[in-house]
């Protein structure tokens, strides 16, 4: 079993920026985030491998940046140029089987709000 802890949502005003991490019990070969805003679905945002392969939904590619510390088992999103519609609760996932930005990943957190003002 792994457990998964976001941290880092908030409050900012449009165009600011937010860094997301989450903090895994143990090591994950791959990781992901996914965002759900109420009354929409769930949706992919990036997912990387372990050699750092990432992989990106079209509607956040050049304003936020996925990576990973591979020996602190933390995932990170670095979001930048935030805008209103990137409101939503953000969620880490993980599975030892590549997903991409499907919402197949066994493991799951809790979440972290992130809310953006214009």
């Known amino acids: 079993q792994v457990q998964l802890v976001e941290s880092g949502g908030g409050s900012v005003q449009a165009g600011g920026s937010l860094r997301l991490s989450c903090a895994a019990s143990?090591?994950?070969?791959?990781m992901a985030w996914f965002r759900q805003a109420p009354g929409k679905e769930r949706e992919g945002v990036a997912a990387?491998?372990?050699?750092?392969?990432?992989t990106y939904a079209d509607s956040v590619k050049g304003r936020f940046t996925i990576s990973r510390d591979n020996a602190k088992n933390t995932l990170y999103l670095q979001m930048n140029s935030l805008k209103p519609e990137d409101s939503a609760m953000y969620y880490c996932?993980?599975?030892?089987?590549?997903?991409?930005?499907?919402?197949?990943?066994?493991?799951w957190g809790q979440g972290t709000q992130v809310t953006v003002s214009s």
């Open positions: 143990t090591y994950t070969h791959f």
């Open positions: 996932a993980a599975d030892m089987t590549w997903y991409g930005l499907g919402a197949e990943y066994r493991y």
């Open positions: 990387i491998a372990p050699d750092g392969i990432t």
